[in-house]
C-alpha cells in the first residue's frame, strides 16, 4: 500500500488558527508602530524647515520668520520678512497629525540664528503619541516625545 504524502485538514485548520492569533496580536502594535513614525516623520521634517530658516537668516544676514498654521493638517511656510517671498513650504494639511495652536505662530530667527520671537515649544500629536519641538533663545533646536511644559 502506497502511502500518500500532505497535511491533514485537521492539521491545516490549527496552522490558520495559530496564524489568525498571531496577527490578531501583532496588528495593534504594528498600527501604533505606523502612528510613531508618521508622527517622528513629521517632527523632524518641521525640524529640518527650523534648521534651513535659521541658516537662511545667517546667510543673508536678515530675519527670517516661520510662519505655521496650527490645527490638525498643519502647513508652514518660510518668509523673507518685508518680501513676499517664500523660501520653502512644507503643507501637511492633508494629514491627521495636529500641530498645537491657534491661527498661525510666526517664529522669527535674527542674522545670527537667535529666536527673537516669543513661542519657543511647538507640539504635534497623532493618535495619542506627541512630539514636541523646542526653538531655544540662542536658536538651538531640539525634538523630543512628549508635550510642551510636561
Known amino acids: 500500500m502506497r502511502r500518500i ?9 490549527v496552522t490558520i488558527a495559530v496564524l489568525a492569533i498571531i ?3 501583532a496588528t495593534p502594535s504594528f498600527v501604533d508602530m505606523m502612528r510613531q513614525n508618521t508622527l517622528r516623520s513629521q517632527a523632524n521634517e518641521l525640524l529640518g524647515l527650523m534648521h534651513y530658516a535659521r541658516s537662511e537668516a545667517i546667510k543673508r544676514r536678515v530675519n527670517v520668520t516661520v510662519n505655521l498654521t496650527t490645527g490638525t493638517g498643519w502647513k508652514a511656510e518660510v518668509i523673507q520678512p518685508g518680501t513676499t517671498t517664500v523660501l520653502r ?3 501637511k494639511s492633508s494629514t491627521s497629525v495636529s500641530l498645537t495652536g491657534s491661527g498661525t505662530i510666526a517664529v522669527v ?3 545670527r540664528g537667535r529666536r527673537i520671537s516669543a513661542d519657543n515649544c511647538f507640539q504635534l500629536s497623532y493618535s495619542n503619541n506627541d512630539r514636541q519641538l523646542t526653538v531655544e533663545t540662542g536658536g ?6 512628549g508635550t510642551c511644559g510636561g
Open 140 to 145: 538651538s533646536l531640539k525634538v523630543a516625545s
Open 89 to 91: 513650504t512644507v503643507d
Open 23 to 25: 496577527i490578531g496580536i
Open 5 to 13: 504524502k500532505g497535511f491533514t485538514l485537521v492539521e491545516m485548520m
Open 109 to 111: 530667527f535674527d542674522l
